[in-house]
């Protein structure tokens, strides 16, 4: 299993932007899947966002659609969410998760991606 760690979390008001890393520790990310996944108090966690770091396919939850963005580094060891025009109700842990046997498509979110970071929390408050 990888050790993935997530940084870049905070808070930041309404409307506001934050950018979420998630690298693995003494390894590349080729021919990984990362998944970003958040879970806020008393709910089940949540898919947000897929990339296949092996293609650059991407899947994004309904949610987020066209406020966050995941991409990666050209050395491979960074996958980074851009979350913009960031609301109340994204307030949560934020967490990323590693596969090399799954492809962002279809249920990936549901998937078992193997591979935990510990979380980063992004609180949206005014």
């Known amino acids: 299993q990888l050790q993935l760690v997530e940084s870049g979390g905070g808070l930041v008001q309404p409307g506001g932007s934050l950018r979420l890393s998630c690298a693995a520790a003494?390894?590349?990310?080729?021919?990984?899947?990362i998944g970003w996944f958040r879970q806020a108090p008393g709910k089940e966690r949540e898919g947000v966002s897929c990339?296949?770091?092996?293609?650059?396919?991407?899947l994004y939850a309904d949610s987020v659609k066209g406020r966050f963005s995941i991409s990666r580094d050209n050395a491979k060891t960074t996958v980074y969410l851009q979350m913009s025009s960031l609301k109340p109700e994204d307030t949560a842990v934020y967490y990323c998760?590693?596969?090399?046997?799954?492809?962002?498509?279809?249920?990936?979110?549901?998937?078992?991606?193997?591979?935990w970071g510990q979380g980063t929390q992004v609180t949206v408050s005014s």
């Open positions: 998760a590693a596969s090399p046997y799954l492809y962002c498509s279809g249920y990936v979110f549901g998937a078992d991606f193997g591979s």
């Open positions: 003494g390894f590349t990310l080729d021919h990984y899947t």
């Open positions: 990339f296949s770091v092996s293609d650059g396919n991407t």
